[in-house]
């Protein structure tokens, strides 16, 4: 149990905490104005669910695929910071970049840091305190949980989480762990009944929050089981006391939490950047997390170099076996420890710390859109802290008991100048930490300076110059010259970049060249085009009378399997550049990709009726007619099929069902009059256009048509009329100047 001195904060440790809170606000000071950035436009801009507060329904429901799909109660806080913007009159339609909303977004974010901070203290203190390590280490409980909290809070390596603002949800999900955690500590260290079982459903509240807030948060359960026995308890069969048979209740509450997180990913809300269809293996992706977590580590130490984004390329060749070793090594000692977990036990969970927080995202299930995050540290961060401290600790320990080697078993308290010395370098420490995060959250305000910045670390990046083409094309000063040639860096480095593909495409057919844009088109990849971005840059190119570039386009897009639109967009655009033998055969394949869509083998049966290929046409009608009996359009094209075919009987049948009982419009009864024409039936023929031309009176066609069978009557003078008649619809009509020349 926590000696009752745990329960009593000194007054030096509420100063302590005091100054935790101002350093952590003077490090991220910087960063409040922060822009945003990346996904932001999507977690904030683009987010209608977080505009209000209630019903709380709306808050708890955000748009799927967005980076708090799954993740309600992170997406609760940012409706908070909505909320609080609204309060102080915050236009929040203004521009995305805009440094003035953003404030609220980043105060809320530190504040729910400086809380975990808070918690991880409390972690600390009262697991020092708990007189398991022995007098000297109980005294030290104050001091070691302030100082390996101010490291943790002010550490570079946490720009990231806190200020990128779409990574509140590490944040969310990083204070609901170490709040459940806490509330376990404070309920196993209770002597009420009440006041224990209190804390065990505070416990399970944080639990169930955190597992509404990011994925990580699942194994949270099992560590809390893990602390338990690395810390609280000699064997796992003590849970059978029944003075302890409240924790198995406990636990079980706690794994019951999981479900929710189960029931958010049913749905894969984010099934577009996590899972085995990205193009990456589970064995790349296992190799590229063990040169990760190995700069995570050295970034621990020595925090240069970081960087907002590390791209999506894994790590090949070389580079990826160091880590390898360490990780493999680590992973040894933890379970070395395991098995003398009574004298080890604090390693062991350090070490299982560090690697369950890290393996839902950094283990065999590729995470496609990053290899690696910093952010990931944001919680294993306090384990390597945590024995950092313990390893100077026992050096200054080992340093003051080599003065006293007669005898090494008694406690040597340290000199008053080695404590001095170990508090001023402690303390430079804390500053030197402070002035990094400073200058590192000061980039965040500059979003062209973060992007260059992961340029530096990593000219190989592709996201990050399309990201920096992106910056430097917005208003209010836009370089498109500079953001071109950031776009074609990307797409340099990495030539299936879907993004960057199309804003050099659109360059290139801005300026006309067409073979460059057609060759970029040719690297897109298909599958990658989920928002139909390739279709409206088609439609954009028509729009602009730029046919050409259309067309290459939409051939492009043809070659996507299964998908029709773009192979009738494609046909139609070779229909109206006189390209009919293109144009059929676009149709014969969009024909063959959808056989249920009669109205496209309607439309390529009359093409191929211009063609004279009565054959191939009767066979497609035959195979509507077949399922849409009714149908007068394609009777009609049949009955001028068996007419081009020679089968006149069959004709005149198809045409009078063409002309059913269900009635017919203007362009049924015209092909049925050209099929009776065909087989020199005027006489039939004729009913069929006076119709048609009944119905339309401007249709040149029929018109035309009607002429040629009054002609072919006998009736010279009324076939003249209908021909003069054609032409002033239509003064370019050969059909009508034809048949006039015939009758003069």
Known sequence: MVQAGADRRSPRFIVGVIALAMMTLLAFSTGLRGRELFDDARTIQSNPSISQLWPITTPLQPPRSSPVAGRPVANLSFAVSYGINRLFGVDQSADPAGPDKTIAYHAVTLLLHLLAGLLLAGIIRRTVASGRFGPRWTARADIAALAIAAMWLVHPLQTDAVDYLTQRTEVVMGLCYLATLYCSIRAWDATVPAARMRWFASGVVASLLGMGSKEVMVTAPLMVALYDRAFRIEAWRELRAPALRARGWFYAALWATVLLLVALMMSAPRGNSAGFHGGITWYQYLYTQAWAIARYLRLVFWPSGLSLDYGASPITGWQGVPGAILVVFLGALTLAAWRRVNRWGWCAFLGSWIFLILAPSSSVVPIATEIAAERRMYLPLAAVLVLAFVGVASLLDWIAADRRRGMPSVPVPLSRATVRTALIGGAALVIVLVVLTMQRSRLYRDPEAIWHNAIANFPANSRAWYNLGLVVDEPPTPRPDDADNDYREAVRLDSTYADALLRVSIDDFARGNYAEARELLQHFPLEHDTGGVLTKLGSALLAHHDSIG????????????????????????????????????????????????????????????????????????????????????????????????????????????????????????????????????????KPYLVRAVALAADDVDAVSGLGEATASLGDRAAAIALFRRALEIDPADSAARAGLARQR
């Open 550 to 685: 259309a067309l290459l386009v939409y051939q492009r897009l043809s070659e996507s399997p299964g998908d029709v639109d773009p192979v009738v967009a494609l046909g139609t655009l070779y229909l109206a550049g006189h390209h009919a033998v293109e144009a059929t055969d676009a149709f014969r394949r969009a024909v063959a990709i959808a056989p249920a869509r009669t109205d496209l083998a309607v439309f390529l049966s009359g093409l191929l009726l211009e063609q004279h290929r009565a054959a191939e046409a009767a066979g497609y009608l035959e195979g509507v007619i077949r399922r849409d009996p009714q149908s007068g359009i394609a009777a009609a094209l049949l009955s001028l099929a068996y007419a081009e075919g020679g089968r006149s009987d069959d004709a005149v049948r198809m045409a009078g069902v063409a002309s059913g009982p269900r009635g017919a419009d203007e362009r049924t009864l015209f092909f049925a009059g050209r099929a009776m024409m065909e087989i020199h039936r005027p006489d039939l023929a």
